[in-house]
């Protein structure tokens, strides 16, 4: 057997080898979904993903007698070097993700190398993975592989754990997606604390409206950057990024599924929700042709899917810890459960990810009866 040898990415050719290479690991993996390798290339194509425009990253391939049998990428997001240390990032703290290997050996060789990059760029900590940023896909997959992830969520095989924790890593964060039955009501409880709302003329619950779109994304962006800015792990989107994703996005943005909360006049909360789009492009194993553009394009038409996917919301955080807090989070949530049931035909929602110490959170899916169904877990060990 030829010597394993660790390159760094370079050609476009290269970058197709990367995107590929799942491709053939995850074949037999009924879990798996396929993403569209237009878009999994334009996530590692700086001039196509906003991330870059405060983040660098040397892409990896490990190679054996003439095959690519593992990848990997080590990055630094020099906003997530301002961030204070106690909040997960902090100076002098790198990161690898999008990691994928054949055989433990293939992926401790690419960690390495990996690591020595991050070293010579003055790194002295390493979080992974995080693939890439931290709004992407971060974490390992530690439980819950009986089923697929939803949109914008990630995979993993089981190994991959002892094979990090072999590596000298140590876990530091846990994030949580919690599973819903939207076809049913919520608990008498959270009925009244709705009803209450509706009858407070301080409180105003509205759809976005996609015509105004920038409009409406800047809003958002406001009360995200806001109300996330104390939680582990958070580094503050960028326009270049939020105009990236809004392109991505925007086909599943419907202005029934994202709401926005106003008191006295002013936006001060956020829900996005999302048609899980894993449903229409699994069949297409990662290609538009020569059919699946047509298939696509009836789907995001008129969306028919049993799941529906929260990936954002929040709170300003004057109002965080409040009772209003948790009575805007309920408003929201059960307007956008009755149009995704009665308009999109959806049973089930997902909520997540959601910081494991995020107890605000946590006790509102738990208090509308969801429960956790997949755990991802983030590492770090000094280099």
Do not use: C
């Not at 290269?14 to 995850?26: G, H, S, T």
Request: proline fraction near 7%; charge should be negative.
């Amino acid at each position: 057997m030829a010597d394993l040898t660790i390159r760094p990415v370079e050609t476009k050719r290269d970058r197709k080898a990367f995107v590929d290479l799942p491709f053939r690991l995850y074949a037999d993996d009924p879990n798996w979904v396929a993403p569209l390798k237009q878009e999994a290339l334009a996530t590692i194509t700086p001039a196509r993903n906003g991330w870059y425009s405060h983040a660098k990253a040397q892409l990896f391939l490990a190679e054996q007698d003439g095959r690519v049998v593992g990848r990997m990428s080590a990055h630094i997001d020099t906003l997530a070097l301002t961030m204070p240390a106690e909040q997960g990032f902090g100076p002098d703290t790198g990161q690898w993700g999008l990691m994928e290997a054949e055989r433990e050996d293939v992926f401790q060789a690419l960690l390495a190398r990996a690591e020595d990059w991050l070293r010579a760029e003055g790194i002295t900590r390493a979080l992974g993975p995080i693939s890439q940023s931290i709004w992407e896909q971060p974490g390992l997959l530690i439980e819950g592989f009986d089923h697929p992830p939803t949109i914008m969520m990630g995979h993993a095989p089981p190994e991959h754990r002892a094979w990090i924790e072999a590596a000298g890593y140590e876990p530091v964060k846990r994030l949580l997606t919690y599973d819903l039955d939207i076809t049913q009501e919520f608990p008498p409880i959270v009925k009244r604390i709705i009803r209450s709302g509706e009858q407070n003329p301080r409180i105003r619950i509205r759809e976005v409206d996609k015509r105004r779109f920038e409009e409406e994304a800047a809003i958002i962006l406001g009360i995200l950057n806001d109300a996330w800015s104390d939680n582990w792990g958070f580094v503050p989107l960028t326009p270049p990024e939020i105009k990236d994703v809004g392109v991505k996005l925007k086909p599943i943005v419907f202005n029934d599924l994202i709401r926005i909360a106003e008191l006295d006049g002013k936006p001060v909360a956020f829900m996005i929700t999302l048609p899980d789009l894993n449903e229409a492009i699994a069949p297409l194993n990662g290609s538009l042709l020569p059919f699946g553009w047509a298939k696509l394009l009836l789907w995001l038409r008129a969306p028919k899917v049993r799941t529906m996917r929260v990936p954002l919301m929040g709170v300003v955080k004057e109002l965080q810890s409040s009772r209003l807090a948790s009575q805007l989070a309920f408003m929201m949530i059960e307007y956008i459960r009755k149009a995704s049931v009665d308009r999109y035909g959806a049973s089930r929602g997902e909520i997540g990810w959601i910081l494991d110490d995020n107890q605000g959170m946590r006790s509102i899916a738990e208090t509308i009866q969801s429960r956790v169904n997949k755990v991802y877990q983030i590492y770090a060990r000094d280099l």
